[in-house]
Nanobody, 115 residues
Framework: QVQLVESGGGLVQPGGSLRLSCTMS????????MAWHRQAPGKQRGLVAA???????NYADSVKGRFTISRDNAKNTWYLQMNSLKPEDTAVYYC?????????WGQGTQVTVSS
């Protein structure tokens, strides 16, 4: 069974930066995709960024050029570097891993962008 633990959320001023981390325990075999989603109050959860095991990336239009998804295979951890943060980036951020026969969400971490 795969478990995900996120960290790195917090309060930041507009224009600031944060880096979220998601550490995976357990193993996944075969191809898989790691992703970050977010959910703001009163809104549906949506994709922010995704990274496949082959190295391809996908970003929501609203974060392109500001957010970067990456991974450290040795640490079983992937990251979401968030720069030039805006108040509309305020949300709970969740990491997700999807493999051939496994899917798991993290517990979520709050990101608040406010002056």
């Amino acid at each position: 069974q795969v478990q995900l633990v996120e960290s790195g959320g917090g309060l930041v001023q507009p224009g600031g930066s944060l880096r979220l981390s998601c550490t995976m325990s357990g193993s996944i075999f075969g191809l898989y995709t790691m992703a970050w989603h977010r959910q703001a109050p009163g809104k549906q959860r949506g994709l922010v960024a995704a990274l496949s095991s082959a190295g391809s990336t996908n970003y929501a239009d609203s974060v392109k050029g500001r957010f970067t998804i990456s991974r450290d295979n040795a640490k079983n951890t992937w990251y979401l570097q968030m720069n030039s943060l805006k108040p509309e980036d305020t949300a709970v951020y969740y990491c997700l891993v999807v493999g051939t026969d496994v899917s798991s969400w993290g517990q979520g971490t709050q990101v608040t962008v406010s002056s």
